[in-house]
């Protein structure tokens, strides 16, 4: 099994910054991804961003790309927001999957944290 934990979420105004952190613990593979998803109330889950732990490979939704940004230290995930918009009001989780080719469904992520929201006013 593979825990992931996030942290970092919180409250914020329109255009501040927020960075997520998800620490992964656990059964180690020797490939995988990471990647960060978001469900707002009524809505459903969507993909944000992805990064392929054993390649040069970064996925972004269109939503977010020159907004957002994913790194990764070792067996820690982040996600810098920047420019954040009311629309971005949800919880944000973090996921992981055994391979090391990214992916925008969530269907092939089998490991989730517990979330954590994020919250933008205007």
């Known amino acids: 099994q593979v825990q992931l934990v996030e942290s970092g979420g919180g409250s914020v105004q329109a255009g501040d910054s927020l960075r997520l952190s998800c620490a992964a613990s656990?059964?180690?593979?020797?490939?995988?991804?990471l990647g960060w998803f978001r469900q707002a109330p009524g809505k459903e889950r969507e993909f944000v961003a992805a990064?392929?732990?054993?390649?040069?490979s970064t996925e972004y939704a269109d939503s977010v790309k020159g907004r957002f940004a994913i790194s990764k230290d070792k067996n820690t995930v982040y996600l810098q927001m920047n420019n954040l918009k009311p629309e971005d009001t949800a919880v944000y989780y973090c996921?992981?999957?055994?391979?090391?080719?990214?992916?925008?469904?969530?269907?092939?992520?089998?490991?989730w944290g517990q979330g954590t929201q994020v919250t933008v006013s205007s």
């Open positions: 996921a992981a999957r055994i391979s090391p080719r990214t992916s925008s469904s969530s269907k092939y992520y089998p490991y």
């Open positions: 656990g059964r180690t593979f020797s490939s995988f991804t």
């Open positions: 990064k392929s732990w054993n390649i040069d």
